[in-house]
């Protein structure tokens, strides 16, 4: 199993803070969002993971790789513990640049090589999910279980007029996923089930992929395609995740995940709580 991250995006809506850096970069406490997707994908067993990427964000290569120079000094030091803060990840990490922007289905494209014959799971760093078991391997069970590519699926009881929105039905646990609506006009929805950024591939995706990115005439490209025409095959499946997902890409919901990893950590859990109860006063 391999994994696949998905950040080449502008982030336009962090501006002017990604002016210099990646939102991918941008902390919740002090830990980057991305750092807790690859936590969750090491979690899960997968030890080979590529990052997509564009121009401006060599921070993300410099951030998983060594820090030679606050190596020497904490040794000198004898820190351990500020050593610990800085070992590199025990995980392969490759970059490749996306040299333009055209979509998140182009972006998947060209990790064909990369992930070769293997399964793979897909992640956009916006989505952070707070869950006993990782996200990443609940899709995973799924897959040893069905064999087939799996999307990540939340019932929303609300408007899903702005979302991926699933044509599935239950069974055991596990939907069975005719097709992806995206975007449907309010009243049209096929269900209230929505797909959020964590998917896992069988190999299958590609050749769809490229087939409908023969019929690219500019704009955004995307997978939406391929996933329908692995659901018409029958090779589609869903499962609604165990845990509390959080949309960082979201000014709020940044917000909102900071305080939640925070609840999180013994070392600030309860002074976080005498913050938020000092500021509900």
Do not use: W
Not at 2 to 19: D, E, N, Q, S, W
Not at 109 to 132: E, S, T
């Amino acid at each position: 199993m391999k994994g696949v991250i998905i950040a080449a995006g502008y982030g336009t809506r962090f501006l002017p803070g990604t002016k210099t850096i990646p939102k991918e970069m941008f902390p919740l406490v002090d830990t980057p969002a991305i750092q807790l997707i690859v936590d969750e994908f090491i979690a899960a067993g997968i030890k080979d993971i590529l990052i997509v990427t564009s121009r401006r964000k060599k921070s993300m290569e410099d951030y998983f790789d060594r820090e030679v120079e606050l190596e020497n000094v904490f040794s000198k030091e004898k820190a351990d513990s500020k050593l610990s803060l800085i070992e590199p990840v025990k995980a392969n990490i490759f970059f490749s640049r996306q040299m333009e922007m055209k979509g998140t289905g182009q972006a998947i494209l060209q990790c064909k090589a990369f992930v070769g014959n293997d399964p793979f799971v897909v992640a956009y760093p916006d989505d952070i999910v707070f869950a006993d078991v990782p996200l990443a391997a609940q899709l995973i069970n799924v897959y040893k279980e069905t064999g087939c590519s799996v999307l990540s699926a939340q019932k929303i009881d609300a408007d899903v007029s702005r979302y991926g929105v699933l044509d599935c039905k239950e069974n055991s646990g596990i939907l069975q996923v005719s097709g992806i609506v995206e975007k449907p006009a309010t009243g049209t929805e096929p269900s209230n089930m929505i797909s959020i950024g964590r998917y896992l591939f069988t190999p299958d995706l590609f050749p769809l992929l490229e087939d409908d990115y023969k019929k690219y005439s500019g704009g955004e490209f995307y997978h939406i395609g391929a996933i329908n025409a692995l659901a018409k095959a029958g090779k589609m499946r869903g499962y609604c995740f165990d845990g509390q997902r959080i949309d960082v890409g979201d000014k709020l919901g940044y917000i909102e995940g900071i305080l939640r990893y925070a609840l999180t950590r013994d070392d600030l859990k309860d002074e976080t709580l005498k913050i938020l109860k000092k500021l509900v006063n």
